[in-house]
Structure formats: C-alpha cells, structure tokens
C-alpha cells in the first residue's frame, strides 16, 4: 500500500501577478493574486475555507501581508487560518499543511498566498535585503560582530557556503555559470520572466562580484508581487476547471543555526532530511524525477540541492550541471520558467508556480516532459527546507 | 554636531549577557561560555547551552586559535561605512574550541586566503570594545 497521503490533494487553482517593479500594496497584490487563484480553479470565493499566509521579506520589514489579510479579502467563517514563517520554504509547507487539513476534514477548499513588496520607487534592487539600514548605529551584544566585519544579508552566507564547497570539491565558476545560461535560456520561452535576454558562460564571467565568489549572475532577482495557490481534495479536483497537479510526496529539514559548532551547513543541506520523508512518501527516488523546480536563490543552491535530493553524489554537483542537462533539450530540466535567478523572486512560490504550470501541461514551448515533478523551498542560510513531489497522475 | 561625510562603523554596543565578553576584550582576552553541565562553548552568548540546555556556564578563555572554516571577499557596499574599504576579506573562523566567529583576516588580501588555513588572534581596538579579528599562523 502506498502511503495514506500520497495522492489525497491537488492544486486545483493558481494565480500569479504580473512581476518586478509593480508598486501596489502587499494586501493589493495578495488580493489579486487570491481572486486569480479561486476564478482559475472555477471556485467562489465563498468556497474557500482555508486560508494560509507568507509574507516574503516585508514581513521583517514592514508592510507585509498577515492574519489582517483574511480581512482585507472579506473571507468570513474560515475552518483553517495561519500566518506561516518558515522563511524560503514556507510555500511548500503550506501545501502540506494544506494538503494534511484536507486529508483530516477540516477544511475542503484551503488558499496558499505569497506577497512580498521589497522594491520601493527609487530603491537600490537589493537595499531591501542587505539590512544595513535597519541596523541601529551601536547594534546590541555580540550579534554586532557580524556587521561590525562587514557581514550583510544573504548574499554574504551564501558567498561563503559556495566558498567552501569549490575549496572541498574544486567546484568552478563554470560550473555555476551553466546554472546560470541554463534557466536563463529557460527565462527566454516565459513571456512572465524578468530577464528574457539569452546570456553566455562569459556574460556570467563579465557580471560583478557582489561578494566573491559570487558574481552578479550567481543572485537571484528582486521582485515585488503575489502568486496563490488553491489545494483541493483529490476526488474533487479532478473534476474542476484545470488539470488537477496531485501532491504525491511531502517532506522537511531545517538543520537550523548556521554558526553552531560542528555543523556542516555550508555544504550538506536540509534537502537530504527531506529527501528521505519526501522520496518515500511518493514511493520513488531521484531516477523517477521527470523534471525539477528548485528553489534557486542562488546558483549554489541549484548545485548543493541536486547533490542532496542525490541526483548525484557529495561533491559531484559541479561537473553534474556543466554539461547544460538541466537547461532546455537537457536530461535533467530544473526551473524551466527561468527560476528565482531569472523570471521571478517569489520565495518559494517561484519554484512551485512552475511546478504546477509544468504538472498541468501549460508550459508551451517550455513544457518540460511531465511525470514527477521535485518542487524545492529553502530559506535562511541553507537553515529551512520543504519538498513536494508533484505529478499530473494520481497513482 | 557636526555632518559626518562617512557614517561609522557599526560597533558592537555591550548588553547585559555579553558585558563580560566586551570587558575582556580590552584586555585582549577572547571569552567563550562554557557550560558547566556539558563543558560545551558557546558563541554568540546566550543564557542556554545548545546541546544540553543547561543555564550554567563559566566565561573561559579561547586560545586564541583557529582555522578558517569559509571566506568571501565583499564588493558590494550596503553600508556606507565600509564604502571606503570595498572590497574586503570576510570570513568565519572556526575556533580551537568549537564555536565560530564572523571576522576578517587582516593580514591578507582574500585571494591569499584559503579554507582550512590556519589563524590566530589579533585585536582591532574601539572606545569601549576591541573586535576580534585574525592574521594567518604559519
Ligand atoms: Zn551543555
């Protein structure tokens, strides 16, 4: 027998805002998106019972969207409602907490939502997320350490997480660059990317250290909008308006503090605890694996969660992805919508957005072959993970 | 006052947890919580062990050695601070004892820097703080 709560959900609906400089409150965007969602899934709002909520990085800087939502969308008599953090892997969870509240009947019809505005008219691309100005002049204790070096934002964990692993493993930069001309190309057939303009192995070399050895190409995008999903029961779904994308395998790992001794965050990933939960719940493993979506904030990322998931061993990522299998035409096709380093930066709807445009057969002349699909979420330094096994076949 | 044509530097302001940690450091001494149950160190301070959870501990001094667990080398400038020090040398460096520090390695350009390598202890003094920072031991 399979497992009791492979195949019980789908995601029957979603709705995606237009991406990038749209200058439109976070509840503004939210709304658009929730009532994109519900008409895409041929629903009412009045069908909606559920409700989950992720703001992106507005939730720590103001002006995100939160339980104040459920309000602003005028949703009264919800049997299911949360404000969810798990940072980067937030979007997964709440298609699993979607999907765990269905399978025990207590809610039918649930919403996922992501918003996030970081982008103010006439802000830097990136003041959003380096922190700096939100540090007081003096910061408090010896969590001042860290800016007192010069240590800001993501990009800096990042930066040093890929150090390590090129020194262990002799990782390259044309290594990462591939991963880079790969979802690029990929961007160029999404008319909803950001970036559509084909880049080379030595435009990636040309683009900018922002931290060595990160290059400008090696960072995601920084956008501001909104995409919902609606997760349904199975036996209902494959009745509705779109080809239901089933939720065959679920899983987490969140190794947690990236500063604590021993740890080995840098290079071994809560993928590899998810993996296992996620891979087994959908009876399959890494071979089965028709296309990937991966959350991609940087390249590394892509490169780190391949290894983890154990499309190849420990160590292998790099000369794994040189040869251009996960761009178009390739074996492995991985974030076939241009992903977060090229369409869009939606957290982890980025990755699952596509994952269900891909699941229902909607990807044009993108559309990747189309069996089991791995959708990845992953948040903090390499600190949170969440895995969906996505698939347009029930059994 | 007068406007500043660079902000400072954000220096580390001591708290209630942390005071004995900056005070040592102006007498160049590197302490580290270590936790009377487990004999566990623990960095940044914090009333908890996190393995034991105990609340005991002990302010003990580091060696002072280390390796340097990554490194990166910062070009962008996020504050403006720093916007005459671009680009400079970060790293972590992993401590004799265990915890890991975010720092710099003052005594070499960060393409000279390497994973592994080792380090030890310098100091980078302030009105009321000094920060740790590290040069290579060879
Ligand atoms: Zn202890």
Redesign the interface.
């Known amino acids: 027998m399979g497992h009791p709560l492979r195949g019980v959900a789908a995601i029957s609906g979603l709705g995606m805002t237009p991406m990038g400089r749209i200058y439109k409150s976070a509840n503004e965007l939210a709304a658009d998106a929730v009532r994109d969602a519900i008409a895409d899934a041929g629903l009412k709002k009045d069908d909606i019972d559920g409700l989950l909520i992720n703001p992106g990085i507005t939730g720590f800087t103001g002006g995100g969207i939160n339980l104040g939502l459920q309000n602003y969308l005028g949703m009264a008599d919800l049997r299911l409602l949360n404000h969810m953090n798990g940072a980067g892997s937030t979007a997964a969870q709440m298609v699993q907490y979607a999907t765990m509240a269905i399978n025990a009947g207590m809610a039918k019809h649930v919403v996922c939502v992501f918003a996030d505005t970081p982008l103010k008219d006439g802000s830097r691309t ?1 003041a959003a997320y ?3 100005n939100r ?19 993501p ?2 964990q990042y ?3 890929t ?2 692993h090129m ?2 493993y002799g990782t390259t930069h044309d290594q990462l660059g591939a991963i880079a001309v790969a979802q690029r190309q990929w961007a160029t057939q999404n008319p909803q990317a950001q970036m559509r303009e084909p880049i080379t192995l030595e435009d990636y070399h040309n683009s ?7 290059h400008l190409l090696d960072c995601c995008l920084v956008s501001n909008g909104a995409i919902a999903v609606v997760v349904s029961p199975a036996d209902i779904a494959k009745d509705m308006a779109q080809p239901p994308v089933y939720i065959k395998g679920m899983g987490q790992g969140h190794p947690g ?1 990236f ?4 740890s080995d965050w ?1 290079t071994e990933t809560g993928a590899k605890i998810a993996a296992k939960t996620a891979f087994s719940m959908a009876g399959a493993g890494p071979d089965d694996i028709s296309s990937c979506q991966l959350y991609d904030c940087y390249t590394y990322t892509v490169l780190v969660t391949l290894e983890d998931y154990g499309f190849c061993k420990k160590g292998e990522g790099g000369p794994f992805v040189e040869d251009g299998k996960l761009g178009p035409g390739g074996s492995l096709p991985t974030n076939t919508g241009g992903g977060e380093l090229s369409a869009y930066y939606m957290w982890g709807m980025t990755p699952l957005s596509e994952a269900v445009i891909q699941g229902r057969g909607h990807g044009g002349e993108r559309q990747a072959k189309n069996d089991l699909i791995l959708c990845t979420g992953n948040g903090g330094s390499l600190s949170y993970h969440a895995a969906l096994i996505l698939s347009p076949h029930r059994n | 006052m007068t406007e500043a044509t660079t902000a ?8 209630e ?2 005071e004995p ?1 900056w005070k040592a450091t102006l007498e160049g001494k590197l302490l580290l919580m270590k936790c009377s149950d487990c004999g ?2 623990r ?3 914090r009333q908890h062990c ?1 393995r034991c959870l105990s609340a005991k501990f002990e302010w003990t001094p580091a060696s002072g050695r280390g390796t340097v ?8 400038v ?2 403006p601070a ?1 916007a005459e ?1 671009v ?2 040398t ?1 790293a ?1 460096v ?1 401590l004799e004892e ?7 390695i003052v005594d070499l350009d ?1 393409r000279e820097v ?3 390598m080792p380090v030890e202890l310098t100091w980078e003094r302030h009105e009321d703080v000094a ?3 590290f040069r290579s031991r060879d």
């Open positions: 990136g380096g922190g700096a540090l007081p002049p003096r910061p408090k204790g010896m969590a001042g350490l860290a800016p007192a070096a010069g240590f800001f934002g990009n800096t930066a040093l997480a150090s390590r020194a262990l900018r250290w922002i931290v060595e050895p990160l503090d500063s604590r001794a021993g840098e | 400072p530097k954000p220096i580390p302001e001591p708290d947890t942390s940690f566990g160190f960095l940044p301070s996190d667990r990554s490194f990166g080398r910062m070009h962008q996020y504050h720093f020090e680009p400079y970060l972590i992993e265990g915890p890991r520090l975010p720092t710099n960060g390497r994973v592994d920060l740790p920072k």
